[in-house]
């Protein structure tokens, strides 16, 4: 099984659960979220991972969209994504968002991707631009 994580999309986050290359086989979660969305995504998985009746030892790998999109959304996710493949000893994989691309359709690159991946490879994000850094308002 794997984790597919999307939390670029403003005002939801994208969370599946993929048992395999039949699409019948996929669970897709979208979760309506206000601005602070990138604390409840560890929430959101526990959630899924309980209506599923599944444990985090099922897993087989994580892919989650590492860029391009809001600088701070792509560290949480990515921060996510490394510790539990760390924690889990298990890959993960980056797919970088494309404009007219579904989320299957990037699921499904990510899973073609994890199986050249070895466990403790980090996630690196794409920014897509340089970061835009302002002096801090008083």
Do not use: C, H
């Not at 444990?55 to 892919?63: E, N």
């Amino acid at each position: 099984m794997y984790l597919y994580i999307n939390n670029l999309n403003p005002g939801k986050i994208i969370l599946a659960i993929l048992n395999g290359a039949p699409e019948k086989k996929q669970k897709w979660f979208n979760f309506p979220v206000a601005d602070d969305r990138d604390k409840n995504i560890l929430y959101f998985i526990d959630k899924i991972f309980k209506k599923e009746k599944r444990k985090s030892t099922d897993l087989r790998g994580i892919i989650v969209i590492n860029g391009p999109g809001a600088f701070t959304s792509i560290r949480i996710a990515l921060s996510i994504t490394n510790i539990l493949a760390w924690t889990l000893k298990i890959p993960a994989v980056g797919v970088s968002f494309k404009k007219n691309a579904s989320d299957k359709i990037l699921a499904r690159e990510g899973v073609k991707k994890i199986s050249y991946r070895k466990i403790g490879d980090l996630v690196l994000p794409f920014y897509g631009k340089k970061p835009n850094i302002t002096k801090p308002k008083k």
